[in-house]
């Protein structure tokens, strides 16, 4: 059993915590097609229950760290891997829900060599 006590990062030591009442205009809710069809959405920052192990390739890994990045330094969006593979997952579950057959998912899955 390890002796390391385990501490909150930075990012959550300080991230906001409150909306801001010095904004001039409110922020616009985001509109109805920024959700996925079928009902379907990330599950965002909360205890997670279940976990799984997945492994990557090594060029997987620096493409899921060059996108987090990518949010960062494009979007203004900070979030860690986990949360940009949750989000993906409800993307392709919504779109499997939505096209059936003729989902990505199910299109990618059956190219030869996968």
Known sequence: MSRRVAL????ELFRTTVPRTDQADPPEPEPAAAQPA???SGSGRR????KITVYVSDEELLGLEQARLALRADHGIAVD???V???????????LDRNGADSVLV??????GE
Do not use: Y
């Open 47 to 50: 205890k997670h229950d279940s």
């Open 8 to 11: 909150p990062g930075a990012a």
């Open 38 to 40: 079928g009902g379907r």
């Open 107 to 112: 299109r990618r899955l059956q190219e030869p």
């Open 85 to 95: 593979v949750r989000e993906a997952v409800a993307v392709v579950l919504a779109d």
């Open 81 to 83: 891997r986990g949360r």
